[in-house]
């Protein structure tokens, strides 16, 4: 009989790549883990890897015994959900991962939600860059979380997860008041590509390397001609305006990044592009209460002005 716990690690070297990211992922040291790789594959009775230098490759049967584990593991997950169903009442923890600008607009108001209808539950929130939500949620790090996707950096589908839209958000270019803004574009249509080529020589914020948001204003840039030239790198988007009015650089901000009073140091252009926001969690969790509940206290808690733009239309 196959051990669950060995085709866990199986599932996640095909998506690490290496031995050590495997144990790194999981708190196991190297050694372990390829010890439980190779019980493995002697329960299997045929090779599963293939070395390659410091890396590993999965064989042909390697590779379909991932395909098994996966239906394997989203069966325990329906499992789970049933009994916990099946036990009534909401306690323990629930690890969720957001980003800072959902963190601070909308998951607040979703906890004071969830504490009211479920005061058994606890919930325990970890800011989370959506790049490497996939991994902690497969990886058992967390829950449920939420992820984002822009227009120009659609996002992946991700073996083991499963995912539920919650809402989209506008974009808009920041500015300072003072630049000139650009020809404009047709009456309630904004030219995306000529409002970012109007500052295709001006420096450029953006988020760090590695990011979504980052990949987001570089490919919007390229998409209009041009690479930017980046001079600062800042996650918080209160901090990118904050250097936009004081001018450092222009931007590309969601709309949850300018909430709050408008400064009249910085000009916004709304562009055509969007931010998807939705609710990622391990296939098969879907149903499991505690999801359920915090992804309804999510949709309760969404503003008004983005509630009608929902994530994934």
Known sequence: MLDVRRLRLLR???????????????TFSPSAVSQQLGVLERE???????RTGRRVRLT???QNLVRHAEAVLERLE????DLAEARGGLAGALRIGAFPTATRAIVPAALID??????????????????AVAHALRAGDLDVALVHAYDFVPAEPEPGLATEPL??????LAAPAGDDPGPPGEPGEPDQGAALRAHARAPWITATPGTLCHAMTVRACQAAGFTPRVRHR???????????????GVAVVPQLGVTGPADPAVRLTRLLMQRRTNLAFRSGAGTHPAVAAFGAALRAAVPPDLAGSRAGT
């Open 44 to 50: 299997a009775g045929l090779p599963l890897l293939e």
């Open 60 to 62: 042909p049967a390697g």
């Open 114 to 131: 969830l504490a009211r209808r479920h005061p058994g539950l606890e919930p325990m929130v970890s800011e989370t860059d959506p790049a």
């Open 234 to 248: 800042v996650d918080e988007f209160a901090t990118v305006l904050a250097l936009v009015a004081a001018g450092q």
């Open 167 to 172: 809402y989209g958000e506008a974009m808009y």
């Open 12 to 26: 996640e070297l095909a998506r690490r790549g290496t031995i050590a990211a495997v144990a790194e992922a999981l």
């Open 78 to 81: 329906q499992a789970d959900a």
